[in-house]
């Protein structure tokens, strides 16, 4: 799969949530005025045909400016076996629609870890970084989320459609992070 220049390496550990190391190199950042955003906190919920379940997500800093990087640690929690090798994509979209989609999507733990391993019960931890051009002019951004089966090029359909914010195309609306100029 061909990744941009915009995000930076996947990381995910499960059961234990142990971190693993990146070997890649984030780009330089740029410094934001002021203090660091508080991160934002995000508790979902959106089942993913009774398979897996988005438990939440942690989005660090919680404002961005173009040339930053968004860390991104999303908790799915396993509901039942899942047969397939999955992916799990994510793309970032300016909320006012003016800017062409990023996309995000990767392996569970740098392909280390296919959704087919998972065991239930478990939860899994993804952590992902996404890199916001330098002189993106965006005032805010949709991160939206779900998995994928790259063989047949079919999403993992939603369970639970009036408990959580989505697109009607499977997409669930993570959250939205601003964007300092």
């Not at 173009?66 to 860390?71: I, K, M, T, V, Y």
């Not at 396993?78 to 990023?102: C, K, N, T």
């Amino acid at each position: 799969m061909k990744r941009t220049a915009w995000f930076g390496s996947v990381l995910l550990a499960a059961a234990c949530i142990v971190p693993a190391p990146s070997s890649e190199k984030a780009p330089e950042r740029q410094k934001a005025a002021g203090p660091p955003a508080q991160p934002i906190e995000v508790r979902n919920g959106a089942n993913f045909e009774d398979k897996v379940e988005l438990v939440g997500a942690t989005l660090a800093p919680g404002r961005v400016a173009p040339g930053e990087a968004l860390r991104v640690t999303a908790f799915f929690r396993v509901l039942a076996a899942v047969p397939e090798d999955y992916m799990i994509f994510v793309h970032v979209e300016d909320v006012d629609g003016r800017v062409d989609r990023l996309n995000a999507d990767h392996a569970p733990v740098q392909g280390s870890y296919p959704t087919s391993k998972w065991k239930v019960g478990e939860t899994v931890k993804d952590e992902f970084t996404i890199y916001v051009p330098p002189g993106m002019p965006v005032r805010g951004l949709n991160l939206l989320i779900g998995f994928w089966d790259p063989k047949t090029d079919a999403r993992m359909k939603l369970k639970n459609v009036d408990a959580v914010r989505h697109d009607n195309n499977n997409r669930i609306l993570l959250a939205q992070v601003p964007v300092a100029q």
